[in-house]
């Protein structure tokens, strides 16, 4: 069998000729002047969606299932703001029952253009029925039928189920409105850690992250 191939470590030129505009975008030391990390992560959140060819909003989200064993997948980030990060996807999933069991997680995000990432940990708490309701209806109408036909995480035996599933949805649902099924709703991650990284020249990277407590955020610069 042939060996993986994998990228050796850039050499000296090899920075100075590929790393120079993510470099330079990532020299500014006014980063660590932050006090609080949401404001940061915006804009890092923004400059992200100009250079990320897809998604800039996935995350990884890490879990424990029931049993106490971890997992992770990419979801996408719907919301941001002092209440924490976001997402959404169906409860009786494997993920919807890994929160029930542990309601703590950990997201990444890595935004590959810039050199970047984010890592996030904290509680998880279900959003409200409303907030639910106000992302679906926002969502468009096969992806709400899909929600319908889906019993996600669960064995299907093969392609034609799934489309079966989508065609008795669509005719159920056929000159009306798809409402937000029971199962499907969002959670919020609460977070008690933020970790910023940026890559910077022969490993050298920096790292800042913030812990939240009862009086606020702290921040600390970290050891590449």
């Given amino acids: 069998m042939t060996a993986p191939v994998i990228p050796p470590s850039p050499s000296r030129e ?6 120079a505009a993510a470099l330079a975008a990532n020299g500014d030391e006014t980063v660590f002047d932050r006090h609080e990390p949401i404001g940061l992560f915006l804009e890092w959140l923004a400059d992200a969606r100009t250079t990320e060819p897809n998604d800039p909003n996935a995350m990884a989200l890490s879990t424990l299932d029931p049993d106490g064993a971890p997992d992770s997948r990419m979801v996408l980030l719907k919301d941001v703001d002092a209440r924490g990060f976001t997402f959404y996807s169906n409860r009786e999933s494997a993920k919807g029952e890994a929160l029930a069991a542990h309601p703590s997680a950990a997201l990444l995000f890595h935004w590959k253009s810039l050199r970047r990432q984010v890592r996030v940990r904290g509680r998880v708490e279900p959003v409200t029925p409303a907030e639910a309701d106000a992302y679906f209806a926002s969502r468009a109408r096969e992806s709400r039928i899909g929600a319908w036909a889906s019993a996600q995480s669960r064995p299907l035996p093969d392609r034609r189920t799934l489309e079966q599933a989508v065609e008795r949805e669509t005719r159920r649902f056929e000159g009306g409105e798809v409402p937000r099924p029971e199962h499907w709703t969002g959670w919020r991650v ?3 850690q933020v970790e910023f990284w940026r890559d910077r020249p022969f490993r050298l ?4 992250r913030f812990d939240r407590s009862a009086d606020g955020w702290t921040k600390t610069r970290l050891w590449p």
């Fill in 190 to 192: 609460a977070p008690t």
């Fill in 14 to 19: 090899e920075y100075a000729e590929h790393y």
């Fill in 205 to 208: 990277h920096d790292r800042l």
